[in-house]
């Protein structure tokens, strides 16, 4: 693991690697037109976003801790951007949220139940005193405090 996070530098920049002067990249095997400004333009915005989604997976693999579920959303994120750039979509870092909701939508609330679950085994508490803490009124900074205890 520690090799592969290291040579994360070296991979970020392959791009340099790639034609600068031109947005047509000929090898004797294959011809490759590109919408950016050259190859290595396109190379850079990729390896943008494929190094921190490299990195990311890494994380979400090793990760032990029970929240390790939430680095699923900037995963995503990264996935719909890099989607955008394959795509040649010059535009790909502005439509990715509307597409990032319905993940938000499930993620959130599962790794919340998650939590809950968790800190109920720790804590042992029983649905009754759940119960009634709910019945209690109180006001929305007795909330806040409620949600970060």
Known sequence: M???IAISPYLFYLYENFPADSNVWETPFFTLTTNYLSYQHFTWFLSGKLIPLYLLLI?????????????????????????????QNLNADEVELLYMIPVMLVIIPTVYLIRAKVFNKIRGDNLREFEEELREKKTIWGELRDLFR
């Open 2 to 4: 520690i090799f592969l």
């Open 59 to 87: 994380w979400f693999f090793t990760c032990k801790h029970w929240w390790h579920w939430i680095i699923l959303i900037p995963i995503a994120m990264y996935l719909f951007q890099t989607w955008g750039i394959i795509n």
